[in-house]
């Protein structure tokens, strides 16, 4: 058997020589492959099937984290969006609850969609945006190249005896790792089933200084941001399986 040129001698007859190309070998075996296989060259794998969500993931993709920034002195009030790595909540749970991962590196200042949501008017201009992200990432305040990620390891998610609100509320428990510094952090979060998912809203102060950052300034402090700021959190996450539906929210 010899595979100069790429051809494989199958047999012969006489002087007639039989070859067939690696390129038609790899056709057949993509044409004769079992199905949820496919072909690549001349070599079969196994297709990749989509990972269905589990309950209580959280859908990175419309998943938000929302930040209000207050101004101090003659600076101006501004409203950070955020995005998620990956995600888990299960609410209800007394323990080992979820983990959030939050990327700091998709924080982004004063978005339409961020100044909507913490109800700031206007919009600011594409320049100063990247004046403020560039302050707001760098390495004097949140230095997301040392710190890319902030981590909510949520050790509780128990129900909360809260009426009068639109769904149910769960105070969320656990431990909140941000710029290299862990506190305890304690989140009441409301929870509504919609649309087959469950939509996760909830708000905490965040003292700046607290995670050993410093809150922006210049102008010899005279033009900059307030230490604490108000984090909101607005999760979808999956729901149960439709024969468990009714235990949660």
Do not use: C
């Amino acid at each position: 058997m010899s595979i100069g040129r790429h051809a494989v001698d199958l047999g012969r007859r006489g002087r007639h020589v039989v070859k067939v190309t690696l390129p038609f070998v790899g056709m057949m075996i993509g044409l004769f492959a079992p199905a949820g296989v496919q072909s690549r060259g001349s070599f079969a794998i196994p297709a990749e099937t989509p990972k269905s969500p589990t309950s209580g993931d959280v859908d990175t993709a419309s998943s938000r984290v929302y930040i209000y920034v207050p101004k101090a002195g003659l600076g101006h009030d501004h409203a950070i969006e955020g995005k998620l790595k990956s995600g888990r909540l299960q609410l209800g749970e007394a323990q080992d609850a979820g983990e959030l991962l939050f990327d700091m590196s998709s924080f982004d200042a004063d978005t339409a969609a961020a100044r909507r949501y913490i109800g700031l008017p206007g919009a600011t201009d594409a320049g100063t945006r990247r004046e403020v992200n560039a302050n707001m990432l760098g390495a004097d305040v949140l230095s997301v190249r040392r710190f890319p990620t902030a981590t909510f390891a949520i050790t509780s998610a128990e129900l909360s005896n809260q009426p009068g609100r639109r769904g149910a509320v769960y105070q969320l428990t656990g431990k909140f790792t941000l710029h290299g510094t862990t506190r305890a952090l304690t989140v009441n979060a409301e929870a509504e089933k919609v649309d087959g998912r469950i939509h996760v809203k909830g708000k905490f102060p965040l003292v700046q200084t607290h995670y050993g950052i410093q809150p922006f300034t210049k102008a010899f402090g005279a033009v900059g941001v307030a230490n604490q700021l108000t984090v909101h959190a607005d999760l979808w996450i999956a729901d149960k399986p439709s024969e468990n539906k009714g235990a949660t929210p």
